[in-house]
């Protein structure tokens, strides 16, 4: 048993801590049902087409590699001319599916993007062999056209900004959030004791970064809710004019809570930024294709926003690694940098001075790069080819299907089906909005207890118990494992289901389990 001692320590950890303490308890709980871990947002499904590509690429390269040189198992390097033309005969584009969506990638590259066919090919080829460090370290050349015609295909709504954006491919999302945050403090675009907004609930590292205590975090709260029709609050986005606040960190859609922006909350944020042209915004959109006809913030103020984007979870990718940064070429950042007083200018000239022959010329993307290798190590940065090229087919299995995207329409049928499982299961309303990703869904077990049970019930849940009481039973007696929103910055009682990481079969299994121990408190109380 947790003593109530024990719960209190716990509750210092972060979500993550927490939970995985909880999943020991779990794998042996004490009813002895099957162990159902939903509280990891790691999808269990993949994206297997360019997956197989890659491994074609792999095999073309190293043939390839042994025309200049082949003794054993060492071979040379590739060379430019006529590789297109040898990728074609290698390739067996009639009878295998993969070979054609190869094939295909060339020529969408050349006929869409107006890359060079050999030179894509060779791009391809020797940066899945990865003989090469990344040349340019930032991005390599028609890598940044793919990924870039991704992005604006599944996140802008429309909105032609792939020319005008430039990227910085990062280990994941999560590197793409340090490197960010690191650049803007080391370039003095946010100071101690600024202000900077975050939408709440959030992803728990945004809210646990030790440099964050220098700033003054200011909660906006965009969840729309059903008492307020779904529509956002404009009270909530009013608070961004507040002028001492630097910058707005967004997740959206959002973690935990699951919902995107919707057009209303675009328009204020739009009319923000006109009242107040130097407001940084950076919006995490990693979820962004969970949603039908999504539009990101970026797409909506490009020149203030740093858009980032990860391929972890629509293609179940979290071990490669694979995250982007992009930045309008005109932007916020740059200006920003432009208006610093002498002294701070001259110093960051200094810090640049060994990268760039003008440092003061030196954009804040190419800083970012800098910074993310500790200045010195420059000329050794970027994110691993293999990575690179990796990202590049992940987006063109989307490129080559714009229209009528299957993988991506499979994706949100799964976590569709979870979620309306659950739901069913603990007989609550779903929340039908078109906003809502349903990748996570936030379940309020007093709004539970109080429904199911009554007020008197629910009162006695919230003055008798710790917070964490009912998550902790849950995993030691029903062995379900959740996550718990308050590490998230949501209300007590609010537990995070993940729709991503656990059989559609689960999900009713999960809601049982959750009304069966909400059925043993209430016995226990009817006894007090
Ligand atoms: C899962 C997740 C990421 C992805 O991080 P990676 O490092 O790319 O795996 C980024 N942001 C949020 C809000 C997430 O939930």
Do not use: C
């Not at 969840?223 to 529509?231: K, V």
């Not at 993940?498 to 049982?512: M, Q, V």
């Amino acid at each position: 048993m947790v003593t109530k001692k024990e719960e209190q320590q716990l509750e210092t950890l972060g979500a993550f801590e927490i939970s995985n303490d909880m999943l020991k308890l779990a794998q042996h709980n004490e009813k002895n049902n099957i162990f159902l871990n939903a509280g990891r947002g790691n999808p269990n499904w993949l994206n297997t087409k360019a997956r197989l590509a890659f491994a074609r690429i792999i095999e073309f390269g190293t043939q390839e590699s042994r025309r200049t040189m082949d003794q054993g198992d060492l071979a040379g390097y590739t060379t430019l001319e006529g590789i297109r033309e040898r990728l074609e005969t290698f390739l067996d584009s009639e009878s295998s599916e993969i070979d054609r969506f190869l094939l295909d990638a060339v020529d969408y590259a050349h006929d869409q993007l107006g890359a060079d066919k050999d030179e894509f090919v060779k791009e391809l080829v020797d940066g899945a062999i990865g003989n090469n460090y990344p040349v340019p370290s930032r991005i390599l050349k028609n890598s940044e056209r793919v990924i870039n015609a991704y992005l604006e295909s599944a996140l802008y709504r429309g909105e032609k900004l792939a020319d005008q954006t430039e990227l910085f491919p990062t280990e994941g999302g999560t590197a793409a959030i340090v490197y960010i945050f690191n650049s803007l403090k080391e370039n003095k675009l946010i100071k101690k004791g600024d202000k900077i907004a975050i939408n709440t609930p959030i992803f728990t590292p945004y809210l646990q970064i030790p440099e964050l205590n220098d700033y003054d975090m200011v909660e906006v709260d965009l969840r729309s809710t059903e008492e307020n029709n779904w529509e956002i609050q404009a009270s909530e986005i009013d608070k961004l004019n507040d002028k001492d606040i630097k910058a707005f960190f967004i997740v959206n859609p959002s973690n935990p809570g699951a919902m995107a922006f919707d057009d209303a909350a675009l328009a204020e944020i739009k009319k923000v930024v006109e009242a107040r042209p130097d407001f940084i915004i950076i919006t995490d959109d990693v979820y962004g294709t969970f949603v039908t006809d999504f539009k990101t913030v970026y797409s909506v103020v490009p020149h203030n926003t740093l858009l980032v984007y990860s391929y972890s979870k629509l293609f179940g990718a979290t071990g490669w690694r694979l995250g982007v940064i992009a930045a309008n070429k005109d932007n916020v950042f740059d200006r920003l940098i432009g208006k610093l007083d002498e002294k701070d200018k001259e110093e960051l000239n200094t810090r640049y001075a060994i990268n760039v022959i003008d440092p003061e010329k030196m954009s804040f993307i190419d800083r970012m790069v800098a910074d993310s290798r500790s200045v010195g190590l420059y000329h050794t940065s970027g994110l691993s080819t293999p990575q690179q090229i990796m990202e590049v087919l992940f987006s063109l299995t989307h490129l080559l299907n714009r229209e009528k995207d299957a993988y991506i329409d499979a994706s949100k049928a799964i976590v569709d089906r979870r979620y309306d499982a659950l739901y069913k299961g603990l007989k609550i309303e779903k929340n039908p909005s078109k906003e809502n990703s349903k990748y996570y869904s936030l379940i309020d077990i007093y709004g539970l207890a109080e429904e199911l049970y009554g007020s008197a019930f629910k009162d006695y849940l919230v003055d008798n118990f710790e917070q964490v009481d009912f998550l902790y039973n849950l995993s030691e007696k029903n062995g379900v494992v959740l996550m718990d929103g308050v590490g998230f910055g949501t209300q007590p009682g609010e537990l995070r289901v993940s729709e991503a990481n656990l059989p559609d079969e689960d999900y009713e299994i999960l809601a049982k389990q959750i009304l069966e121990l909400l059925g043993e408190y209430h016995a226990q109380f009817l006894q007090h």
